[in-house]
Antibody
Framework: QVQLQESGPGLVKPSETLSLTCTVSGGSISTYYWSWIRQPPGKGLEWIGYIYYSGSTNYNPSLKSRVTISVGPSKNQFSLKLSSVTAADTAVYYC???????????WGQGTLVTASS | QSVLTQPPSASGAPGQRVTISCSGSSSNIGSNYVYWYQQLPGTAPKLLIYRNNQRPSGVPDRFSGSKSGTSASLAISGLRSEDEADYYCAAWDDRLSGPNAVFGGGTKLTVL
């Protein structure tokens, strides 16, 4: 059974960089597309972007200038960096497995990141 | 403002049938599959319907999806208390530097 687990700081200061890692267990990150999706408190879902295991990426145009998704730091992990955060970036951040133009079938439990001084 | 449009709320009594609509455009629903996710309180979203009308293993046949043109809908029949959740439609959008995944704003289903 594939499982995903997000990890990283729960508090980030405004203007700094949010960094999260997703660890995949029960399967390999080879093949499939690996996404980050966020949900502000009480609001809907927003796709941030994906990475293919080969390293190719695609980002939400509204966040593209601030987002970097990469494979690593360890095998079966992928990471999210979101720069210049503001209070509007406060959200539960999910990592998820998917197919290109397909569905997200496995999700992490989510981790709340608050942007506040 | 979400790319896909859903009603913010829906409700029904146990045993009834309820439908949730999802409206998009030619660049998303009109040219790609629609997916539906169920989010129970305090949990991650769960895939409910894929490729417009397919149910993953384990999803009861009380849940069904359909698509026509640039709109889609989720129907839940024989409503049960455990169906009370937020429901999100999703699709891939081919505009700009896509494809980009887009979601509806979510519909909160209340079982009366």
């Amino acid at each position: 059974q594939v499982q995903l687990q997000e990890s990283g700081p729960g508090l980030v200061k405004p203007s700094e960089t949010l960094s999260l890692t997703c660890t995949v267990s029960g399967g390999s990150i080879s093949t499939y597309y690996w996404s980050w999706i966020r949900q502000p408190p009480g609001k809907g879902l927003e796709w941030i972007g994906y990475i293919y295991y080969s390293g190719s990426t695609n980002y939400n145009p509204s966040l593209k200038s601030r987002v970097t998704i990469s494979v690593g730091p360890s095998k079966n992990q992928f990471s999210l960096k979101l720069s210049s955060v503001t209070a509007a970036d406060t959200a539960v951040y999910y990592c998820a497995r998917g197919e290109l133009l397909g569905y997200f079938d496995y999700w992490g439990q989510g981790t709340l990141v608050t942007a506040s001084s | 403002q979400s790319v896909l449009t859903q009603p913010p709320s829906a409700s029904g009594a146990p045993g009834q049938r309820v439908t949730i609509s999802c409206s998009g455009s030619s660049s998303n629903i009109g040219s790609n599959y629609v997916y539906w996710y169920q989010q129970l309180p305090g949990t991650a979203p769960k895939l409910l319907i894929y490729r417009n009308n397919q149910r993953p293993s384990g999803v009861p046949d009380r849940f069904s999806g359909s698509k026509s043109g640039t709109s889609a809908s989720l129907a839940i029949s024989g409503l049960r208390s455990e169906d009370e959740a937020d429901y999100y439609c999703a699709a891939w959008d081919d505009r700009l530097s896509g494809p980009n995944a887009v979601f509806g704003g979510g519909t909160k289903l209340t079982v009366l």
